[in-house]
């Protein structure tokens, strides 16, 4: 496969996590010359549609330029209950959306939709990473072209796990050209 003959060259490491985002979220671990896949997820580009129905978001750009005008995040963090936590698990989620009331803005359930999507990502990661040794995360799919913010979260929130994060450029494509690849 593709990918392989792209390890082999030195063009991706010899381990490394691809996490493809795009209607839901799949989790393929490469270790030198194999390809495991290793979990699936229904949090992707659906369920941040879904929810923008929801809301009367109509695109994702709207939701994207919703999302940073001094949005607040509407998740339970580990922080808001445990205020001594340290370091930067502090941030994680302990329930999406915990602190939804009637009164909050558009702007913050925009802004709880993308990370909370970025959130459970991350979360996966994590998991995997309890079973798997790997340093780099690739990350493709519409989703993250089409929605700055969530790209821009998840590489800054897995930089900050030492996480080397490469998203490519036209990412969005690498499932056209994965397909296109197979016999």
Not at 22 to 47: A, L, N, P, R, V
Not at 150 to 163: A, H, M, P, R, S
């Amino acid at each position: 496969p593709l990918i392989l003959k792209l390890s082999y060259f030195g063009l991706l490491p010899d381990n490394f996590l691809l996490v493809s985002m795009g209607t839901g979220t799949s989790y393929t671990f490469i270790d030198h010359d194999e390809i495991k896949s290793k979990m699936g997820s229904g949090i992707g580009g659906g369920f941040i549609y879904g929810l923008m129905q929801l809301v009367g978001i109509k695109n994702f750009h709207e939701l994207s330029v919703e999302s940073i005008n001094g949005a607040k995040n509407l998740d339970l963090l580990i922080k808001d209950v445990f205020s001594n936590s340290e370091g930067f698990e502090r941030e994680l989620s302990i329930a999406y959306f915990g602190k939804a009331t009637k009164e909050y803005a558009k702007k913050d359930v925009c802004n709880t939709i993308i990370t909370t999507a970025a959130r459970i990502t991350i979360e996966n990661i994590l998991r995997i990473k309890d079973k798997e040794e790997f340093n780099t995360v690739i990350l493709i799919g519409s989703p993250l072209a089409n929605i700055p913010p969530l790209k821009n979260y998840l590489i800054g929130t897995l930089k900050n796990f030492l996480y080397d994060v490469r998203c490519p450029q036209q990412g969005e494509y690498a499932l056209a050209f994965g397909a296109y690849g197979r016999k």
